[in-house]
């Protein structure tokens, strides 16, 4: 089946850093990923959606600025937690649909934990 | 505006018994339903999906689900829980052409 890899899998950074999150489809190309935020014992929150080689559309109340997301190719795509603040850390996960059988369905990376002290 | 509703927060099931884990949704048109398994600190793992079709779908580890459209209903089941199925599920629904909505998650506790 289609594998969507994310690095790294958890990562802690002092506030005011930047967090780059890396998003991979291992097997298949990727047209559209996806970026969801989870918060403990809650349902997914999408925050933004990106297509290969365009720029990301983001979710009502998501700040684009904050969360620059590059989707350079058609197998990677990046989320920048920039100048990041405890109120950011977060469970973060990442997926994929693309052509031929995965196009009508979402692979979903393994995630990836931010921890800001 | 579609929505996707998991009634139950947790489910609790011997193992060997039948299981089911309900999931109703909202949505205008022919939608995708789709099921989606999270262990720990783990990312999302497809499960199955209607598309259009045979309602009854089988999907990995020997779950099922039924499309109900009348009921607008899609119901995960398995026969035969096992204690390592303790997860949480989430249900989601596409309108076409849309994004997926997820409902708030059911967490199966599976009891040896």
């Known amino acids: 089946g289609a594998v969507v890899s994310q690095h790294p899998s958890w990562v802690i950074c002092k506030s005011g850093t930047s967090v780059k999150i890396e998003c991979r489809s291992l097997?298949?190309?990727?047209?559209?990923m996806f970026w969801y935020r989870q918060f403990p014992k809650q349902s997914l929150m999408l925050m933004a959606t990106?297509?290969?080689?365009?720029?990301?559309?983001?979710e009502q109340g998501v700040e684009k600025d904050k969360f620059l997301i590059n989707h350079a190719s058609l197998t990677l795509s990046t989320l920048t937690v920039t100048s990041a603040h405890p109120e950011d850390s977060s469970f973060y996960i990442c997926?994929?649909?693309?052509?031929?059988?995965?196009?009508?369905?979402?692979?979903f990376g393994p995630g990836t934990r931010l921890t800001v002290l | 505006a579609q929505s996707v509703a998991q009634p139950e927060d947790q489910v609790n099931v011997a193992e060997g018994n039948p299981l089911t884990v309900k999931c109703t949704y909202s949505?205008?048109?022919?939608?995708?339903l789709f099921w989606y398994v999270q262990y720990p600190n783990r990312g999302l793992q497809f499960l199955l999906k209607?598309?259009?079709?045979?309602?009854l779908v089988k999907g990995s580890y020997g779950f099922e689900a039924e499309f109900n459209k009348s009921q607008t209903s899609f119901h995960l089941k398995k026969p035969s829980a096992l204690v390592s199925d303790s997860a949480l599920y989430f249900c989601?629904?596409?309108?076409?052409?849309?994004?997926?909505?997820f409902g708030g998650g059911t967490r199966l506790m599976v009891k040896p």
């Open positions: 209607y598309i259009t079709g045979d309602n």
């Open positions: 997926s994929a649909s693309g052509r031929g059988e995965s196009t009508d369905t979402q692979y």
């Open positions: 990106s297509n290969e080689g365009s720029k990301a559309t983001y």
């Open positions: 949505v205008s048109g022919n939608p995708y």
């Open positions: 097997d298949f190309q990727a047209t559209t």
């Open positions: 989601a629904v596409r309108p076409a052409g849309n994004m997926l909505t």
